[in-house]
């Protein structure tokens, strides 16, 4: 490799900020790609490691690059165009039910579609799947317990499967019975058996904007109503709207997802959740947190549980595996609490049981220490496929188009232009083999109509790329069209005033 020019009057740092430039220029270097580390470039240029680093920090301070603690330095997206965190206007919403149901439907049937590249889904795992080593993992369980793997379980699940979950609470401060959680039918129901502890039909439960078009439709199907509280692209909820909301309306409960949410990938930190969780405790109103994301986060350190800082036991914990390992599995839980007995309670009703193969199976997973190494693994790579897809739409789609830069999770916050309505070009979408989900889907008063969501959880490859192209098309195509018909009516509204003014001119003529 050649040598830095020590004899240039460029500084040393420059000239390795120049390296990292060409290198991307020619390819070698993507977005999401690690920068050779300090020592290794200190050796190649036969340069000391400061000099290396203050390149590093110039390039960070740039935002070319982040810095990842204990990883490295990796290259971020070029150009994109980040979502800012709050917008000019924010309508003050009722409390509302679910609208664009038809649509929802669509978003999940698109999912299945032979020869379609599903950008419309959201599932982390598939940028990493660990399916070899839990059908490893399945097999031996099952040659242990034979007939008991197609019997019923305890209601509240698997004891040890339990404990498990108990730990790795207790090692983030959270004081955890193994007894008092609850294992569900996946997230949903989880959330379906929170939502009845503590609200009932025509009641109104609080959740962020936009929201998860899942927890919208969960909360019509139960007869309640949901109020759509702002929220920030970087911060999540915020506690000044929330205060508001309070103030305003007969909250009877917050459904919120303060670590990771979907789909912005926003994240609150630990001081601001606690703050979130110390007002609503103060109006004694019940918060259920969605925490599926909390383990894919892109920051230095896992987000805390809002239930560590709970008082007085109004915190419901909801969370699964579905996300980060085995969506199929449809394993869940839910930390109650205060509300325990109620939430065991509906369990029994609603469901008695959930499969067991498949809680020894993950209990195993944990034990070996494999979960966690996957996790890792799978935050990496899904970071990576995170500043791709931000590069590729930065390329691809209208220059107006702006994106969020997600601090965790597995999917992109698309705003286009406001006369786009992404719903409107979804079923042409799909034609060209590609889905994705219409913002509109996830506010149940159909705000985020210009909004669209797609997923970077992709094991990634030039099928990917191309249907990121093939929306880009869409958006300028649609852009151009609608351009065009208001350029139309323009010109027959400039007529009509123009015969107006002529018909007025007679009339006074004559006159």
């Known amino acids: 490799m050649k040598l830095l020019d020590k004899s240039s009057s460029a500084y040393l740092y420059q000239q390795v900020i120049d390296f990292i430039e060409h290198q991307q220029e020619i390819g070698a270097l993507q977005p999401g790609d690690k920068l050779p580390s300090l020592r290794k470039l200190s050796r190649q240029f036969e340069i000391s490691v400061p000099t290396v680093k203050q390149a590093y920090i110039e390039l960070e301070r740039q935002g070319r690059v982040s810095a990842r603690p204990q990883s490295g330095y990796y290259l971020q997206a070029a150009q994109a165009r980040t979502l800012k965190p709050r917008p000019a206007k924010w309508a003050q919403c009722k409390p509302a039910e679910v609208q664009g149901r038809s649509m929802i439907e669509q978003v999940h049937a698109a999912v299945h579609l032979p020869d379609t590249v599903a950008l419309g889904i959201s599932n982390p795992i598939q940028a990493h799947p660990p399916d070899k080593a839990l059908a490893r993992l399945m097999r031996s369980v099952l040659s242990k317990v034979s007939e008991k793997a197609v019997s019923y379980g305890p209601v509240t699940g698997d004891a040890k499967l339990r404990m498990q979950l108990a730990f ?45 078009f899942g927890i919208i439709e969960l909360i019509e199907t139960l007869g309640m109503k949901a109020l759509e509280v702002y929220t920030c692209t970087e911060d999540g909820v915020g506690l000044e709207e929330l205060s508001q909301a309070i103030e305003q309306h007969n909250i009877t409960a917050c459904l919120f997802s303060t670590a990771i949410n979907n789909p912005l990938g926003s994240m609150k930190t630990d001081e601001q959740r606690q703050a979130m969780v110390t007002l609503l405790e103060l109006h004694d109103i019940p918060l259920i947190e969605d925490e599926v994301y909390s383990e894919i986060y892109f920051t ?212």
Request: overall charge positive; hydrophobic content about 35%; glycine content about 6%.
């Open 168 to 212: 790795r609470y207790q090692d983030q401060g959270v004081e955890v019975n193994p007894d008092d959680i609850v294992i569900t039918n996946g997230a949903q129901e989880a959330l379906s058996i929170a939502l009845q502890c503590v609200a009932k039909r025509g009641d109104i439960i609080a959740i962020e904007s936009p929201c998860f």
């Open 300 to 511: 230095d350190k896992k987000p805390k549980p809002a239930q560590l800082y709970s008082e007085k036991g109004l915190v419901m914990t909801c969370s699964s595996f579905s996300k980060t390992a085995a969506p199929g599995y449809r394993i869940g839980w839910l930390l109650p609490g205060k509300f325990e007995e109620q939430a065991k309670r509906i369990k029994r009703a609603q469901s008695a049981s959930t499969p067991m193969l498949q809680q020894w199976t993950l209990n195993e997973y944990l034990l070996s220490g494999d979960y966690d190494r996957h996790l890792c693994v799978l935050r990496k790579t899904l970071a990576y496929n995170c500043e791709r897809m931000r590069a590729l739409v930065a390329e691809h789609f209208p220059k107006e188009v702006c994106i969020s830069k997600p601090q965790g999770g597995s999917v992109l916050w698309l705003r286009c232009q406001s006369h786009v309505n992404t719903a409107e070009f979804f079923q042409q979408a799909l034609t060209q083999g590609v889905s994705f989900a219409p913002g509109a889907v996830f506010s149940p008063s159909g705000k985020y109509q210009n909004y669209m969501r797609v997923s970077y959880g992709v094991q990634w490859g030039e099928d990917v790329e191309k249907a990121i192209r093939t929306l880009g098309e869409l958006v300028f195509e649609y852009t151009c069209q609608q351009k065009t018909v208001l350029e139309s009516h323009k010109m027959n509204n400039e007529k009509m005033i123009n015969h107006q003014s002529n018909q007025i001119g007679k009339l006074v003529d004559k006159l």
